[in-house]
Structures are given as structure tokens and as C-alpha cells.
């Protein structure tokens, strides 16, 4: 009984602080929001010197209302909205590149990624957020990566004590108007800053340790097992992003703004060093993977619904043979990769901006 007092109650006292005192305590970069789960939080210092805009995006803030005579591009996404920091990422480079091009600011590249997100996530933010800036086209930033295996119709991902922590969306119970979270709120704190030390201690110059990364890597090429997908394994969530990609193009096409989904591989796909050494490490078999599928996959679905869509697997293959475009260790873009997704854009915009380049 003595243990009970004062071992048990302290740590029930303890989760219902954490719950109640959320809001005061933690205030990190990212914060619960009950329409999505999570949001960054608005004009919140960013690791590059910046900050986040009044939606909590990695970008300067906007006029609702474009100024007249300027096109405004809306480009959605997950964390590759943040590589390269507020001026290095892609999304800044081609405002620059149009602005250059042109002689005078005639486009709006307006970045509205949230990362940790997929596209049904994404979704739920363009109706939130995205569409208040009335765009004339929005971009689909989709990464095979991981955005189908995320897409767990029922997940909702959420901020607690700042830390994702997934939950069932058909199972969410509030007190206080935050989540109550079974079975603990102090373990995945806990949990998460351990990790963060480890990796620390052990990536060295990369942003993961060796292990870790081809870890991570591995378990996103297992949507790539031609035996996984023909048993189905990941319907569901194919099914759903899908489903959610119609959606958002058929939102879009009922108030006249023009839909295009970017696709970006991962790093496997360009680097036949990193898939050689996933292969070597987890014993796998080459034969048993079509590094394509995904791609195979999503173009078909937007060719049969008419959803105009860029690859960028061919290009980001030849220049990878040149140099990295990836961060040390990293799926995420470095400042070549993130030129490199400008540059591709750049040409599929000069087809939809003002026609009045110099």
C-alpha cells in the first residue's frame, strides 16, 4: 500500500499536470490544433534565424488578397517545406528564380508544408488555412517515401507535451479541451528525449547514425516488396491518399484553381549506394523490389482523373550521379537537391504565370 502512495499516485498527479498544464508548459515549436491534429505555431523562431508566418508555415507572411496582376502558387507538402531553412528551401528559390526571370515580383510561391504530414493531412489544411490566400494553382508536394504507408485513414497525429504521439481519430476523448492520452503522457516524453540523445551521441556529422538511417529506410522500402503490394498489404492507405488526392483536386477544380501534384523520391531511388547498402545490411533480395512502384502507382491513379503531375525521379537521378542532392544520412533535400526541385518547377510554372517576361 505504501508503494502504491508513493509511487503510483505521484505519477497519476504527475499525467494530470502534463494534461492540464500542456497549453503553459510546453510551448515548442509545434502545438496541438483540434481541426489538424497539430500546427506550428505562428511567428515561432525557426533553426535558421527565421521564424514561422501567422499560419505557422516556413515562410514570410502574405497578403490574404494577392496584389493585382500577380499569379499566387500555394505549393502543400510535408518536412521537405523545411530543408534548406526559411531561404534555402525550394519553394523560396523559385519565388526568386520567377521574380529574377521576370525582372519585377509577378509570382507568389507561397510555402504551406506541415511536416509530419501526408496528404489527407494536407487536405484538412488547404480548407483550413491554404485556400484563405485564394491561390491561382496549388502544388502537391507528394513523397513516395513514406506519404502512403502515413496514410492510416484513422490517424490522427497529434502534439502532446511536444511530442507526436499518433491516436485513432474515431477514439478521441478530450478533458479540458486536449486529448486525454492512454496509457501515459510522461513515457513518450521521456522516451523521445532519450532517443534524441542517442542519435546525437552516435550520428556524428549526419543528421541519423548509420544504423538508424538505413533503419528508416528500410522500413519505407517495404511499400516497395512486389509481394507486399500484391497481398495488399497497404491498400488501405493507398486507398485513402488517393481518394484524398481526387478530393483535393476536385475542391480546387470547383473554385477554379489549378491542381498539380510534384512527386519526389526518396533517396534509395537516386543513390544505388544507399539501396545497396539497405540490401547488404537486412539481407533483402534486389529482385524483390520495383523501385518505381510508387510512382507507377500514383501516375496511373492522376492520369485515369485527368490530375496533371511531375516526376522528378528521372531528373533527380541523372544530377545525382553528378552530386548528393540529400543531407548526410537524411531523406531530406540539401541545397543542391532543393535548387534542383526549383529548377523543375521553374519550367512548369513558365507554362501557367504572366506571359510578360522580359
Sequence with gaps: MKAFLWVVVPLICVEILMTVLDPYLFKGFFEYDPD?????????????????NQFGFNDRDYPLQKAPDTFRVLVLGDSFSWAGGHDGNYTAILERRL?????????????????GTHTGEQLALLKKFGLQYNPDLVILGFFVGNDFLDGDPNRK???????????????????FGYPIVLPSRLLP??????????????????????????TIEKF????????????????????????????????????????????????FQVNPDLFNAILQKFKLR?????????QNLLESFLNSKGITYIDFLDRFMTEGRKA??????DSHWNGAGNQLAANILFDELLKRTPASAP
Excluded: C, W
Excluded at 491534429?37 to 521564424?51: K, L, Q, V
Excluded at 532517443?195 to 543528421?207: H, I
Design 324 to 329: 548528393p542532392l540529400y543531407e548526410l544520412r
Design 99 to 115: 521574380e529574377s526571370y521576370y525582372g519585377s515580383h509577378k509570382v507568389d510561391v507561397i510555402n504551406a508544408g506541415y511536416s
Design 189 to 214: 516524453l521521456l522516451l523521445q528525449k532519450y532517443r534524441v540523445y542517442e542519435e546525437q551521441k552516435n550520428a556524428g556529422k549526419g543528421t541519423f547514425s548509420e544504423d538508424t538511417y538505413l
Design 157 to 175: 497525429r497529434i502534439i502532446v507535451n511536444g511530442v507526436y504521439i499518433d491516436i485513432d481519430k474515431r477514439r478521441e476523448h478530450k478533458i
Design 286 to 294: 534486389r529482385e524483390d523490389y520495383d523501385l518505381k512502384l510508387a
Design 36 to 52: 489538424l491534429g497539430f500546427r506550428a505555431r505562428a511567428y515561432y523562431p525557426t533553426a535558421d534565424g527565421g521564424r514561422t
Design 220 to 267: 519505407r522500402l517495404d511499400f516497395f516488396n512486389m509481394r507486399s503490394f500484391e497481398q495488399g498489404r497497404y491498400q488501405q492507405n493507398i486507398d485513402y491518399i488517393l481518394q484524398s488526392a481526387l478530393e483535393m483536386n476536385d475542391l480546387l477544380k470547383s473554385r477554379h484553381i489549378d491542381f498539380v501534384v510534384a512527386i519526389y523520391p526518396d533517396e
